[in-house]
């Protein structure tokens, strides 16, 4: 199996970890089982204007790769200009479910500036996104859930381009330009994506079903 890591960077206090764990317990319910979760704060210092990665994991060491629906706050604020197929629809979904993509917003309505961050090499899929004081800024995305589609994002309206990668399309370079505006380096995507994160904490957000109040970050 390739490497895969689906996380969201930022620059944020302890304080504000406690604050975006907070926000983010409202998203729990798009959860169809949801137990002991928990957001890992780890190590991206590779990332200068963003040296945090913020994780979802739940019973304590599981990564959390996807809600089982969308959550609200993401299907009205994230739209898709496209005369869609089921496929397309299918891979749209599959790409909003990704928690790093709802807590790089919350992030980014706490810290001013995030980014999801989304790397699977089993899939061929992987993607940068910039959000802004909530709001989603630029961004693209390519073979979401496994698929042939490349979403772009110019605000939070997304087109869809079906891709080949028969013919030669390579889905890792057709994105480090995105690495190279947003961080200057495209040589992050492989630092950060080669398990170089180290925890540094965790903050609960719930135990058996019940939300811990107030969270707090245990090292």
């Not at 406690?18 to 983010?24: G, Q, W």
């Not at 629906?69 to 993401?74: E, F, Q, R």
């Not at 994002?153 to 891709?163: K, P, R, Y």
Request: aromatic fraction near 8%.
């Amino acid at each position: 199996m390739g490497i895969r890591s689906k996380f969201a960077l930022a620059n944020v206090t302890d304080a504000q970890v406690v604050e975006i764990a907070t926000r983010f317990q409202s998203l729990l319910d798009s959860f169809a089982n949801p137990i002991n979760f928990s957001i890992v704060k780890m190590d991206a210092a590779a990332c200068t204007p963003c040296p945090v990665a913020l994780g979802i994991i739940a019973f304590l060491s599981r990564e959390v790769f996807g809600f089982d629906a969308v959550p609200m706050s993401l299907q009205t604020h994230l739209t898709l200009q496209s005369d869609s197929t089921p496929e397309i629809e299918h891979a749209w979904n599959d790409l909003l479910k990704l928690p790093c993509i709802a807590i790089a917003q919350i992030a980014s309505e706490i810290a001013g500036k995030a980014y999801s961050v989304i790397h699977n090499d089993t899939l061929c899929s992987t993607g940068v996104l910039e959000f802004q004081n909530g709001e989603l800024i630029s961004g693209s995305v390519v073979g979401s859930g496994g698929s042939n589609y490349l979403f772009q994002f110019d605000g939070n309206v997304a087109s869809v381009q079906t891709v080949d990668y028969e013919s030669g399309f390579n889905y890792v370079d057709t994105i480090k330009s995105e690495f190279v505006r947003l961080f200057g380096d495209s040589d992050i995507l492989v630092t950060l994506m080669n398990d170089q994160l180290e925890e540094l904490g965790r903050c609960q957000i719930m135990e058996a079903r019940v939300l811990i109040t107030p969270p707090k970050i245990a090292t």
